[in-house]
């Protein structure tokens, strides 16, 4: 059974940083998209950040040059670095993983005060 245990969450002022993780166990095949996704109180998910297989990012507008996402082949583990964080990055992020089938985790909380 593929696990994905997330990590990082946190309460943070505006401004701060936080560094999300996402490690998936060992018994998956093989990884091509890694990503985070958002939902906030009374919305719907949103994508903020996903890295191909090759290492190719894309990013929300909102958190383009903001937050910086990478991968760890080996490890099996995708990162999320927020900085300049704005209490409009509130929410749940989760982590989704593209193999023989979308995987999701089970997310962390995401606050920013302002």
């Known amino acids: 059974q593929v696990q994905l245990v997330e990590s990082g969450g946190g309460l943070v002022q505006a401004g701060g940083s936080l560094r999300l993780s996402c490690a998936v166990s060992?018994?998956?095949?093989?990884?091509?998209?890694m990503g985070w996704y958002r939902q906030a109180p009374g919305k719907q998910r949103e994508s903020v950040a996903t890295?191909?297989?090759?290492?190719?990012?894309m990013y929300a507008a909102s958190v383009k040059g903001r937050f910086t996402i990478s991968r760890d082949n080996a490890k099996n583990t995708v990162y999320l670095q927020m900085a300049n964080l704005k209490p409009e990055d509130t929410g749940v992020y989760y982590c989704?993983?593209?193999?023989?089938?979308?995987?999701w985790g089970q997310g962390t909380q995401v606050t920013v005060s302002s």
């Open positions: 989704l993983i593209l193999s023989d089938r979308a995987y």
């Open positions: 060992k018994n998956i095949i093989s990884i091509n998209v």
């Open positions: 890295i191909t297989s090759g290492d190719s990012p």
